[in-house]
């Protein structure tokens, strides 16, 4: 169970409502249960999650993910699947009491955590960029090179980066 590395359990996020969440499929996954068992727990302790735990989808918004991720398995479901965020995830470990939630709980959070920290390191960056870039424009010339550096680094192309492994 520690095999699940932030990057999978990442590519399980999806932001909806400007919110993070994690599909109900994808969490029965994860915990080795069936979408319905999932469910059915919920519906059981149903005060145990308010609508900032988790909510479902729209069909809208079940159309926008179907549109943007043609060949994940939601792309299939005839009903609107229903989205927890971390407050909701962890609930859920509580709710279905098994030693594989526990365990894979412990790596959602550390996943939402990482997420946190990058969104937080990505704003401080922006922060600094923004205040050279102010400082260029009011006529500081020795700022004007990091600019420079910054601007490019932000445009490379990627596929001009060698790739490592098979390629089809």
Do not use: C, H, W
């Amino acid at each position: 169970m520690e095999n699940l590395v932030i990057e999978n359990i990442n590519s399980k996020i999806y932001e909806i409502r400007e919110q993070k969440v994690i599909l109900d499929s994808d969490l029965a996954k994860l915990y080795q249960v069936e979408t319905k068992v999932l469910n059915q727990a919920v519906k059981r302790n149903i005060d145990r999650f308010p609508n900032d735990f988790m909510f479902k989808l729209t069909m809208e918004e079940l159309g926008n993910l179907r549109s943007q991720f043609v060949t994940a398995n939601f792309s299939m479901t005839r009903t609107t699947p229903t989205v927890f965020t971390e407050q909701g995830v962890y609930m859920l470990a509580t709710v279905l009491k098994s030693k594989v939630a526990s365990t894979v709980n412990i790596q959602i959070m550390r996943t939402f955590t990482a997420i946190r920290r990058y969104a937080l390191t990505y704003e401080e960056l922006a922060k600094i960029i923004n205040e050279i870039e102010s400082r260029v424009s009011q006529g500081e010339q020795t700022d004007q090179k990091i600019i420079e550096v910054l601007n490019q680094l932000m445009a490379k192309d990627d596929s001009s980066i060698d790739k490592i492994g098979f390629i089809k």
